[in-house]
């Protein structure tokens, strides 16, 4: 691979990783969640498949559990710690590390989001108490940082605790019952993606901290390319344009950014830009045809053509569907 990025540094560096741990915060929108509370007594284990385009978070209330799975070692929750599962990671819970369990699905069937679920389950051993919930996002937000973050994401209970709003969100969730009056839903959805966001914020600065932990941070000229897709996506970037503005030849920028990322540079600068697009047809009444100059389209066609390929669906039907939804 050839070598060429320019040398930063470490105060440019640090500068640069709140920004792109900022952006990889800012689009995180939840679709819907399912959520349930576990009452369990030893002993006891459930395994839970992968989920696609969904988080999935554990909060210990009371006694503990060992987690197995996600790529590492089987690890111990107490009570106030709190698990996130980015990516949604298949993983067992159980009273002991090395418990065959049974199927999620099995006591928690059908799971869909906009609706809760209770556990019991009756043992002679310690209780346990936990909060969890399947947190399902907009696929167009997962961009390749996200997908890159480690599997399993954990906060003790002294890092939830420096976290006030965290913990008190999390504790209030855990004491509420399901949700069934005018609005509970669309409150509970809120909260919990404010939960979302508010672990994340330690852990990414844990990550920003400790850069080994997230190859893609440990490459100026990767990290900075990130930035520059995530903040100035409007522009009219090229391959060869990206490659310089990080100070790295084509060809081992698109080689590093394939590899660190896991996307061609292209598709992730046409993603923030869809990204950014759906959010303008969605959030806002900027006119239509305002949106390609908005999102780096110099072209109307051009960028319609790029939404139906992206969505499947022109920028006109999106935006109408939303507002049917709503």
């Known amino acids: 691979m050839e070598s060429g990025h320019t040398e930063y540094s470490e105060s440019t560096k640090s500068a640069e990783h709140p920004d792109l741990l900022s952006e990889l915060l800012t689009p995180l929108r939840l ?29 210990v209330v009371e006694g503990g559990c060992w987690i197995t799975g996600a790529g590492r070692p089987p690890f111990h929750l107490s009570a106030g710690d709190l698990v996130l599962f980015p990516t949604g990671a298949a993983h067992r819970l159980a009273d002991c590390p090395d418990r065959r369990g049974v199927p999620l699905k099995a006591v928690l069937p059908g799971r869909r989001p906009g609706t809760s679920g209770e556990i019991r389950i009756e043992g002679s051993g310690v209780r346990s108490r936990l909060l969890c919930a399947g947190l399902h996002y907009d696929a167009g937000a997962a961009t390749g940082l996200y997908r890159a973050l480690p599997a399993a994401l954990v906060l003790d209970r002294p890092q939830v605790d420096r976290e006030p709003l965290l913990r008190d969100t999390l ?38 901290a400790n850069p080994a932990a997230l190859p ?18 409007a522009e009219p970037w090229t391959l060869d344009a990206l490659a310089r503005e990080v100070g790295m030849s084509r060809s081992a920028f698109t080689a590093a950014f394939r590899d660190l990322v896991g996307e061609p540079p292209a598709r992730h600068l046409t993603a923030r830009r869809m990204q950014e697009a759906a959010r303008l047809l969605t959030d ?43």
Do not use: N
């Open 31 to 59: 679709t819907g969640v399912f959520d349930s509370r576990w009452h369990v007594s030893a002993p006891w284990a459930i395994e839970g498949d992968a989920e696609e385009q969904c988080a999935v978070l554990h909060y």
């Open 171 to 208: 504790r209030l969730l855990a004491a509420t019952d399901r949700p069934d009056g005018p609005g509970d839903r669309l409150i509970t959805l809120r909260a919990f993606e404010m939960a979302l966001v508010l672990a994340l914020r330690p852990l990414l600065r844990q990550l920003a």
């Open 216 to 233: 893609v941070l440990r490459h100026p000229g990767i990290s900075r390319a990130l930035v520059v897709i995530a903040t100035r996506f």
């Open 284 to 326: 806002t009444t900027l006119p239509q045809s305002a949106v390609p100059a908005r999102v780096g389209y110099q072209s109307a066609v051009g960028f319609h053509l790029a939404f139906r390929k992206w969505f499947g669906t022109t920028p006109g039907e999106y935006r109408a569907g939303v507002a049917s939804a709503a």
